[in-house]
């Protein structure tokens, strides 16, 4: 039998507090290198406030965050995302004026033509990596069979659009892992069921991904393991056989 | 043409001109980076102010205007310190209200600032002589080049053509950089921009003093021409007027904010300044405010990307061998 891998993100007693609600109470777990961690709970468990804090969006009150072996906690968000660990939204939160290879641009680190002298210095300066770029930007693009939307504004695609595009978009930073808050709310089935497969597809090449979700036949193809929050706790983790045959997760959905 | 057609003419190119700087550096901060700075006029006068004291020569005891600094310095450095100057208080202000606050209550703390600035320079009298402001401010290179006061606007507009090329130039690279390209993804959604590693904080701060720097460039340009400049010359609803010109042209868009700062400033406000005077006196210039008021809503409601919508980047498309079908 090998060893177990050694953890890409930990997670180690999270709280934060709101005013006097305790959103997140001490919440520890891990998430393996390849795998698809799935965070579920019931509403107001505490999963996009975790997910927040280990984003950068939201400060933590107490505990840590590791991420690749570093210590993340309360940097900025920025920062988290420059060292490979990007996220997305539960709202759509594309750039809503740019194209979408546009919006599949914005995200790649560095480039030449970003800073005021770069940009001052004009195309013959930056013309090279950015035409490199755009190719890079229409692979993803062909990749996830959005080519045909490669000119329209990012405002006008569907809900579901939407969601492949800041996938599309955070694989542009070429993470290491990608945390997915809610990557199916308001995506038709059809298109649901082919970013499932894209998911599954990167998770064979080796990215990790935490996922939130409340669909659990999806958290069931996709996630494993699977960590269940309620009431600003982690009360299980395990697979999600092994989860949702405990009394304790049972009770929170059915309480919660 | 007769003397007091020129002189209307050069007056109106020179205000066009100053103008056109003005929007541009504005539509760099509001219509590209979301930066709502309604005291962009204070950057302005920051400007003109610097130029003002840095040309006026030392002040003396018994001198009908009062002012801090007082020098002598040749053209075109009065300019620069303007610029300078906007830029070192952009860089302050930028600091304090740019890295923490919500963008709605950053707007606040524009309007507060505008108001206060209006405050001190009124208020401090030994700072820039108070509510009378100065005058008397040097034309630069006037005795050197030896033109009668015609020929003189004539080069000084030509002058203000020529920085605001430089100027239109400067900006253009901006936004068809991949910078521009950030900065209005930053604009669009900020936490998505900063969630993808874009140093918001930075960005904003960078592209608010860049602005700031082309604000006191124009204030600069324009004290220099005008010869005065007091409090009166950049209450706030100025800036309403700069907007307005966004937003009628297109923001985001220089060669829209362009035009609309021909139909705003130059040709709504400057235009009606030469209408008969009606009913009272001031009647046309009240109106004229309730004109800019009227003429942000209509747009905003009617067509709010402007005469000229913000263009996406296009992109030449992949070489035909690799995909298509063939015909």
Known sequence: ???????????????????????????????????????????????????????????????SITFDGQDITGLAPHRIARRGLVRTFQLSAEFTKLTVLENLLVAVPNQKGESLLGAELSRLYWGRTEAANVDAARDVLDRFAMTPKENELAGNLSGGQKR?????????????????????????????????????????????????EHELAVVERLCDPVVVMAQGKVISEGSMRDVTARQEVLDAYLVG | ??????????????????????????????????????????????????????????????????????????????????????????????????????????????????????????????????????????????????????????????????????????????????????????????????????????LRLMIFVVGGVIAGISGAVFVEFIQAWSPGSWLYPETFVFLAAILVGGSANNWGVMLGTLLVPVGFLEVTRYLPPIFYQGFIEAMQWVCVGLLILLFLWFRPNGIFPEKPGRFKPRAAAQSGPAD
């Open chain 2, 1 to 202: 043409m007769s003397d007091a057609m020129q002189f209307y003419i050069t007056t109106l190119l020179i205000y066009l001109f100053i103008d056109i700087m003005g929007v541009l550096g504005l539509n760099l901060q509001f219509g590209v980076a979301g930066i709502i700075n309604f005291a962009y006029i204070v950057f302005v006068g920051v400007g003109a102010y610097t130029a003002a004291v840095v040309s006026l020569g030392p002040d003396y005891p018994g001198n009908f205007q009062h002012y801090v600094f007082g020098a002598s310095w040749p053209f075109p450095l009065p300019i620069l310190a303007g610029g300078a100057a906007a830029g070192l208080l952009s860089l302050v202000v930028g600091v304090i209200s740019l890295r923490r606050l919500r963008s709605d209550y950053q707007a606040m703390v524009m309007l507060v600032l505008s108001l206060i600035a209006t405050l001190i320079a009124s208020n401090a009298t030994g700072l820039v002589n108070g509510p009378a402001g100065l005058a008397t401010v040097p034309q630069p290179l006037f005795d050197q080049l030896g033109l009668s006061y015609l020929e003189y606007d004539w080069v000084y507009a030509g002058w203000c053509f020529f920085l605001t090329v430089l100027i239109f130039l400067f900006v253009r690279a901006i936004t068809r950089s991949p910078l521009g390209r950030t900065l209005r993804a930053m604009r669009d959604n900020d936490r998505a921009a900063a969630a993808v590693g874009k140093n918001i904080t930075a």
């Open chain 1, 1 to 63: 039998m090998d060893a177990p891998p050694k953890p890409i993100l930990l997670v180690s007693e999270v709280r934060r507090d709101f005013g006097g609600l305790r959103a997140v109470d001490g919440a520890s777990f891990k998430a393996l290198p390849g795998r698809i961690t799935g965070l579920i709970g019931p509403n107001g468990a505490g999963k996009s406030t975790l997910i927040g804090i280990i984003g950068g969006q939201i400060k933590p009150t107490a505990g």
């Open chain 1, 164 to 212: 492949l595009l800041e996938i599309m978009r955070a694989l542009m930073t070429k993470p290491k892992m990608l945390l997915l808050d809610e990557p199916f709310a308001g995506v038709n089935p059809t298109l649901a069921r082919e970013i499932e497969q894209y998911l599954l597809d990167l998770r064979a090449e080796g990215l990790s991904m935490i996922m939130v």
